[in-house]
């Protein structure tokens, strides 16, 4: 104390000790948490997200909308043959988002 005192610092009290000792166990605890919560999320779910994010139903949708009209289209990667398609396919792969990823079936 002395010493603390000597160097312009003031000692500290046991309260402030216990706090403090108190507040770097909860911060381990919390990092901890948080990196096992990280590890048990997809790569795909965006954090607090539960459940699957194209569902059956969502996914026949998507293919009907998507992978027919795709075809009909003329669609080979991001850019079909009928010029009207384009803006078309590119607004329905936003709305189906993750079903997008699913892609459509190989015929």
């Given at each position: 104390?002395?010493?603390?005192?000597?160097?312009?610092?003031?000692?500290?009290?046991?309260?402030?000790?216990?706090?403090?000792?108190?507040?770097?166990?909860?911060?381990?605890?919390?990092?901890?948490?948080?990196?096992?919560?990280?590890?048990?999320?997809?790569?795909?779910?965006?954090?607090?997200?539960?459940?699957?994010?194209?569902?059956?139903?969502?996914?026949?949708r998507f293919k009907?909308?998507?992978?027919?009209?795709?075809?009909?289209?003329?669609?080979?990667?991001?850019?079909?043959?009928?010029?009207?398609?384009?803006?078309?396919?590119?607004?329905?792969?936003?709305?189906?988002?993750?079903?997008?990823?699913?892609?459509?079936?190989?015929?």
């Amino acid at each position: 104390p002395a010493q603390a005192v000597k160097e312009g610092r003031r000692a500290a009290n046991p309260a402030e000790m216990q706090f403090l000792k108190a507040a770097v166990v909860l911060v381990g605890a919390l990092v901890a948490e948080s990196r096992v919560g990280l590890s048990a999320l997809s790569v795909d779910a965006p954090a607090g997200v539960v459940g699957e994010a194209c569902g059956e139903a969502e996914y026949e949708r998507f293919k009907t909308i998507v992978c027919d009209l795709r075809e009909a289209c003329g669609c080979k990667g991001v850019l079909c043959e009928q010029e009207w398609c384009n803006g078309y396919m590119s607004k329905w792969k936003k709305e189906f988002g993750a079903c997008t990823a699913k892609g459509c079936p190989v015929k």
